[in-house]
């Protein structure tokens, strides 16, 4: 089993960025990919960017790429989403989830494929 706990949601304006983390404990956070996903109001969840247990490789959504970051610190059992130059439309509640494997670089990205969640955090885009 392990936890996971969603921080850095928040208002803000078009074009700002912020940082979302997730705080993992209960079992060796570097054994589980990584996967932050959101979904909006009315909208089906969407998987925003996936990082592999080893942190060498990501995926993300096209409609992220070259705004968004996702990084682990395994020391930290944290992982993180750099969200830059946001828009409106990232408005949403973001999740991270957690999956059990033996694959070191493999990464997830599909929702189902993954075991654990956190509770969410709400980010608001104004424009």
């Known amino acids: 089993q392990v936890q996971l706990v969603e921080s850095g949601g928040g208002l803000v304006q078009a074009g700002d960025s912020l940082r979302l983390s997730c705080a993992a404990s209960?079992?060796?956070?570097?054994?589980?990919?990584m996967g932050w996903f959101r979904q909006a109001p009315g909208k089906e969840r969407e998987t925003v960017a996936a990082?592999?247990?080893?942190?060498?490789?990501?995926y993300y959504v096209d409609s992220v790429k070259g705004r968004f970051t996702i990084s682990r610190d395994n020391a930290k059992n944290t992982v993180y989403l750099q969200m830059n130059s946001l828009k409106s439309e990232d408005t949403a509640v973001y999740y991270c989830?957690?999956?059990?494997?033996?694959?070191?670089?493999?990464?997830?990205?599909?929702?189902?494929?993954?075991?654990?969640w956190g509770q969410g955090t709400q980010v608001t885009v104004s424009s």
């Open positions: 989830a957690a999956k059990s494997t033996y694959l070191s670089g493999t990464v997830y990205v599909r929702g189902l494929d993954y075991d654990y």
């Open positions: 209960g079992r060796t956070f570097s054994d589980y990919p």
């Open positions: 990082i592999s247990r080893n942190g060498i490789n990501t």
